[in-house]
């Protein structure tokens, strides 16, 4: 996950805690406010994580196909 990713993560659970006290509070127009700034935080950490994923699974297939076709010229 990179940097941006991490912070997206920390600052969505920190806004959803404050959401969760904004409702204790019956601060319920901020709470919803806040909460859904909070989802959209955290989703976009998920999104970034779900894309380095792929990335490094790309980066191993390519590393393999490389790796298949070298040992294939070299038992000639």
């Keep these: ?3 941006f990713g991490k912070w997206n ?3 969505g659970a920190v806004l959803l805690a404050v959401a969760v006290l904004c409702s204790v509070l ?3 127009p901020a709470a919803v406010i806040i ?3 909070g989802l959209i935080g955290l989703s976009i950490a998920g ?3 779900v894309d380095s994923w792929s990335e490094r699974a790309d980066l191993r297939r390519r590393e393999a196909r490389v790796r298949r076709e070298h040992e294939g010229h070299q038992g000639r």
């Design 1 to 3: 996950m990179s940097g």
């Design 9 to 11: 993560l920390g600052i």
């Design 26 to 28: 019956d601060l319920i």
């Design 35 to 37: 909460g859904i700034v």
């Design 47 to 49: 999104y970034d994580l």
